[in-house]
């Protein structure tokens, strides 16, 4: 026997009221659970949040469902099966407002001063509030290896110049040694 009942229809990660035709409880439910394990699989997930938007008319089946859900087994196999299937890994990572909204969040929040500095910085920094110098310039010289030395000669002319420098140094210098 089917009977309309409704429910909500998966479009990517977000869930919208609609309407199917059911037939049987088991499908309904294994449904339900997929669409939870789906929003359980993003980073800011509250499983409250989630069962009392599935649930807006039963308060007790929603508290029941945030309760025992989040580590039901079926559940559990469901998120690692969408995990799996997961090609880039990066479909239940925040977007950059998610990211910002919570770090917003967390800073309204937060009770510690240094806490509160460092989120308020963090937010005005992922914002453009506070500009970064982006023009650094890397100046990279390149010594050679090998030094070019004149070629002195043999042994003998090579030492009767340096004798010949020596002297001259010698002459010049204000002390003797």
């Given at each position: 026997m089917t009977f309309p009942g409704l429910w909500f229809i998966v479009d990517d990660t977000r869930l919208t009221k609609g309407f199917f035709l059911m037939s049987d409880t088991k499908d309904l439910e294994r449904q339900q659970k997929e669409a939870f394990a789906l929003r359980l699989?993003?980073?800011?997930?509250?499983?409250?949040?989630i069962a009392f938007d599935m649930f807006p008319s039963n308060n007790n089946r929603a508290i029941w469902v945030a309760a025992h859900w989040?580590?039901?087994?079926?559940?559990?196999?469901?998120?690692?099966?969408?995990?799996?299937?997961?090609?880039?890994?990066e479909s239940f990572l925040?977007?950059?407002?998610d990211?910002?909204?919570a770090v917003w969040d967390r800073m309204k929040r937060s009770f510690d001063d240094s806490d509160f500095a460092k989120l308020a910085k963090l937010?005005?920094?992922?914002?453009?509030?506070?500009?970064?110098?982006s023009n650094v310039t890397v100046n990279t010289q390149i010594m050679p290896k090998v030094i070019v030395i004149k070629d002195h000669g043999n042994l003998d002319q090579w030492e009767s110049a340096a004798q010949k420098q020596q002297k001259e140094l010698l002459n010049v210098s204000d002390t003797r040694h």
């Open positions: 699989l993003r980073p800011d997930a509250d499983p409250y949040k989040p580590n039901d087994p079926e559940v559990l196999a469901i998120k690692q099966t969408i995990r799996d299937n997961d090609k880039t890994g925040p977007t950059e407002t990211f910002k909204m937010y005005a920094e992922s914002n453009g509030f506070i500009k970064k110098e």
